[in-house]
Nanobody, 125 residues
Framework: QVQLVESGGGLVQAGGSLRLSCAASGRTFSTYNMGWFRQAPGKEREFVAAISVSGSSQYYPDSVKGRFTISRDNAKNTVYLQMNSLKPEDTAIYYC??????????????????WGQGTQVTVSS
């Protein structure tokens, strides 16, 4: 089992950057593929990024590709989401999650077993 705690959210102007962190407890962090999702009010939870156990593979949807970068430090039990060139439509609660499913199918929330509590990101225009 793994517990996840996100941090780093906040208010930023359009075009700005934020770096989210997700700290995991437990010794098994390095055995999970990790993902970031976001959810805006009235909308479904949306896939943002995923990274493999080793960190060698990453997946992004077109909406964030080239602007967001996911990374992980298994020694620190932490996964990161660097967000650049932020847009007002990026405003949402951002969640990190852990999954034992293959990264190829780890783009839907139902594939993830563990979730953090979320951190708010607000991008002003």
């Amino acid at each position: 089992q793994v517990q996840l705690v996100e941090s780093g959210g906040g208010l930023v102007q359009a075009g700005g950057s934020l770096r989210l962190s997700c700290a995991a407890s437990g010794r098994t962090f390095s055995t999970y593929n990790m993902g970031w999702f976001r959810q805006a009010p009235g909308k479904e939870r949306e896939f943002v990024a995923a990274i493999s156990v080793s960190g060698s593979s990453q997946y992004y949807p077109d909406s964030v590709k080239g602007r967001f970068t996911i990374s992980r430090d298994n020694a620190k039990n932490t996964v990161y989401l660097q967000m650049n060139s932020l847009k007002p439509e990026d405003t949402a609660i951002y969640y990190c999650a852990a999954t034992t499913f293959s990264l190829v199918v780890a783009t839907t929330p139902t594939r993830y077993q563990y979730w953090g509590q979320g951190t708010q990101v607000t991008v002003s225009s």
